[in-house]
């Protein structure tokens, strides 16, 4: 329905963006991917994915065309939702994941939370030959307000579901344990590993 929104970003937090579209707010939900590229810009365009269920409407949003089709290609697959496709693009860049998917690489595509083995071996199986024609090439070439680091990488693992006592566990071990965290995306993402 909507191609993409274009305009002034009037809320900005780690899962979800509101954008202003002359006078009217869209509240467009984001991956940690799309939200790292957006999270300077005053304004910004974002191409959009609208998911209708029985009980909601929710838009999606990305920082590019590629991110969004994946996403699309992620959610064709049988047991992937659109929680689980955001929780993927969140754990790892498009580009990771689909030369995870490209190279048959089980064990990256188990490290995201919420993927087992099963899961792994039909996104691989569904997806590889579609991934390897739109070609690696093109998938390599895509690519902090008030609140403290911790605390914005506790609201993204709420948004994406998790528990807030889990959350804070995950966080204080993940900046216990890496001496490389130097953004928001990096602590989520070791955050999202000790899930």
């Known amino acids: ?21 002359q006078g009217i707010g869209y509240q467009i939900e984001v991956s940690l991917h799309t939200y790292s590229q957006i999270e300077a810009k005053q304004e910004a365009k974002l191409f959009t ?3 209708v269920r029985e009980d909601a409407q929710i838009l999606y949003g990305f920082a590019n065309k590629e991110e969004k ?40 595509i188990k490290s995201i939370k919420g993927i087992g083995t099963k899961t792994a071996k039909r996104l691989i199986v569904d997806l590889k030959d579609s991934l390897e024609k739109e070609g690696l090439e093109s998938a390599l070439n895509s690519v902090q ?3 403290t680091v911790s605390d914005q990488a506790l609201s993204a693992l709420l948004a994406l579901g998790f528990s807030k006592a889990n959350g804070v566990k995950a966080i204080n071990t993940a900046m216990k344990e890496s001496s490389k965290i130097d953004s928001v995306e990096s602590l989520i993402k070791i955050a999202l590993k000790n899930l």
Request: glycine residues 8%; proline residues 1%; positive net charge.
């Open 1 to 21: 329905m909507y191609a993409y929104l274009s305009g002034k970003i009037s809320e900005k937090n780690i899962s979800n963006v509101v954008i202003d579209v």
């Open 69 to 108: 089709i994946l996403f699309i290609k992620l959610i064709s697959v049988s047991g992937i939702g659109t929680n689980t496709a955001r929780m993927m693009l969140s754990s790892l860049s498009p580009t990771e994941i689909k030369r995870g998917i490209i190279e048959g690489n089980e064990t990256l």
């Open 145 to 147: 307000s008030g609140n």
């Open 49 to 51: 994915y609208l998911h």
